[in-house]
């Protein structure tokens, strides 16, 4: 087969070194946002008079029958045209003739390789953005019916002091939403065009960038051709919010894992999130939430990767490049299904609300009740701080939990305890006492729920 740019060679290469050098197996994803990318170029051909009308008819004709057989997957691409570029090209001339070579006046694969990567991330980015939503929708609807349900809360995974499940479900949410805002702020970088930049310093055809930018939606040109086509920052910005997206979803697959756990049972996941073992029969494993966790470590890689691949690259386009696609298709095809999982995973678990209460029962975490009661009357902190540590360790000594110790001892360690302790040390007037803003208090997790819906704009909820 006759190469596109065959012009200048003698010989041909191997087919091995072809097929090393081609990236058709993987671009050809973006077979549609390079027909829209064309589409876009032609009508400007013949709106600028560079090429004639009835030409461009011909050449759009062409595409759009490309278009209707990508939609059906009808289209065949073969390892020597390289890429989905001069596979598309190739198409074209068999369906239009000679006038098909017309389209590539005036444009570079540079300038179209970075189009299409443009058009394909902002597509990418707007679906991710809604399954953040929809993640964070979950998120409410099961922090809301859990406002009241008391956990133990950790730090260095010891239990700490108590707290509402709801509070904890929805730290997530305000994760996700930074995470939402990073992709979102990110489009304003994703949403210029790089197109007319040609191959590296623009073009002697009379093209008009502001058009095909406008037709493609793009909300202004780059300013600078050699930036135009040697631009990945706008893939690393992608991989490295998908990364911070991916720490946020793998932490939250630990807990779940823990959490589902025979030493915590605090939820059971849904059936159709587990899986069960080929030898033990007793076995239900978190594994989707395992993957995702698993998973980020690809993400992280991909951001590594093209950093690496970018770093030595004097200007303009290298063929080094081509290597930012691989990643950045692993990493949409991760971030989406990871999301999506997670939606369910939220919407169907079971929350044992009676065995993360009785976990609070069992435990110190109501230690810091004590020492507040006392500096609440008077005492310093610190001395009331020593005060119940030393009660703790009288507790610990009896085998019992402050809730177990008679008033007596309590008077003995300081005469400004009284009875109404017993009532501070319940672990749900913990939780409710907690009110200062922003805390797990119920009324402040109700109130973090309406600010919540507001920033999603108060959808309805109640169909969900
Ligand atoms: N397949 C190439 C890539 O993905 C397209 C651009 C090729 N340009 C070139 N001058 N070889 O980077």
Same mark, same amino acid.
């Given at each position: 087969m006759k190469k596109l740019w065959g012009g200048r060679f003698t010989k041909s290469a191997e087919e091995w070194v072809d097929e090393f050098g081609a990236s058709i197996s993987f671009d050809q994803?973006?077979?549609?946002?390079?027909?829209?990318?064309?589409?876009?170029?032609?009508?400007?051909?013949?709106?600028t008079g560079i090429i004639t009308e009835e030409e461009a008819e011909k050449i759009k004709t062409g595409l759009q029958q490309l278009k209707e057989k990508a939609a059906k997957d009808e289209l065949e691409y073969s390892v020597k045209l390289e890429d989905?570029?001069?596979?598309?090209?190739?198409?074209?001339?068999?369906?239009?003739?000679?006038?098909?070579?017309?389209?590539?006046?005036?444009?570079?694969?540079?300038?179209?390789?970075a189009t299409d990567m443009h058009l394909y991330l902002r597509k990418q980015v707007e679906q991710i953005v809604e399954l953040i939503q929809e993640m964070q929708e979950e998120l409410i609807i099961q922090a809301e019916k859990n406002v009241e349900t008391i956990m133990p809360g950790y730090t260095h995974l010891q239990r700490a002091q108590p707290i509402s499940f709801g509070h904890h479900l929805m730290a997530y949410f305000w994760m996700l939403e930074r995470d939402k805002e990073r992709f979102s702020e990110s489009l304003k970088r994703i949403n210029?065009?790089?197109?007319?930049?040609? /191959?590296? /310093?623009?073009?002697?055809?009379?093209?008009?960038?502001?058009?095909?930018a406008e037709l493609l939606g793009f909300e202004g040109i780059y300013e600078?051709?050699?930036?135009?086509?040697?631009?990945?920052?706008?893939? @690393?910005?992608?991989?490295?919010?998908?990364?911070?997206?991916?720490?946020?979803?793998?932490?939250?697959?630990?807990?779940?894992i823990l959490w589902s756990s025979q030493e915590f049972q605090f939820i059971e996941l849904d059936d159709s999130f587990a899986t069960g073992s080929s030898i033990m029969p007793q076995k239900k494993n978190p594994d989707m939430a395992e993957l995702i966790?698993?998973?980020?470590?690809?993400?992280?890689?991909?951001?590594?990767? @093209?950093?690496?691949?970018?770093?030595?690259?004097?200007l303009?386009?290298?063929?080094?490049?081509?290597?930012?696609?691989?990643?950045?298709?692993?990493?949409?095809?991760?971030?989406?299904?990871?999301?999506?999982?997670? /939606?369910?995973?939220?919407?169907?678990?079971?929350?044992?609300?009676?065995?993360?209460?009785?976990?609070?029962?069992?435990?110190?975490?109501?230690?810091?009740?004590?020492?507040?009661?006392?500096?609440?009357?008077?005492?310093?902190?610190r001395e009331a701080h020593e005060i119940v540590g030393k009660l703790v360790l009288a507790c610990v000594q009896k085998g019992c939990f402050l809730g177990g110790l008679p008033l007596d001892d309590f008077k003995n360690a300081h005469p400004l305890f009284e009875e109404d302790i017993y009532e501070v040390l319940d672990p749900y007037t913990a939780v409710k006492r907690r009110n200062s803003a922003g805390g797990t208090g119920f009324k402040q997790v109700s109130i973090a729920i309406e600010k919540a819906k507001e920033f999603l704009g108060n959808k309805e909820f109640a169909n969900k």
């Open positions: 994803e973006l077979v549609m946002e390079d027909i829209e990318g064309s589409m876009a170029h032609v009508a400007m051909l013949s709106k989905i570029h001069l596979n598309l090209e190739s198409h074209l001339t068999e369906l239009t003739g000679p006038v098909g070579g017309k389209l590539h006046t005036a444009r570079s694969r540079n300038d179209q390789v210029l065009s790089p197109l007319g930049a040609g /191959a590296l /310093a623009g073009t002697t055809f009379p093209i008009d960038r502001e058009y095909t600078n051709s050699l930036d135009a086509v040697s631009d990945r920052d706008f893939i @690393l910005e992608f991989l490295s919010s998908s990364s911070t997206l991916m720490m946020h979803l793998s932490r939250l697959s630990e807990e779940f966790r698993g998973k980020t470590g690809r993400v992280y890689g991909n951001l590594m990767g @093209l950093l690496t691949v970018l770093k030595g690259l004097p303009a386009y290298n063929k080094d490049m081509q290597e930012d696609k691989e990643g950045m298709f692993d990493t949409v095809k991760t971030v989406t299904g990871s999301l999506k999982i997670f /939606a369910g995973m939220i919407r169907t678990m079971k929350v044992k609300s009676e065995q993360m209460e009785k976990a609070t029962k069992n435990d110190f975490s109501n230690a810091t009740e004590l020492a507040d009661y006392l500096s609440d009357k008077g005492i310093p902190f």
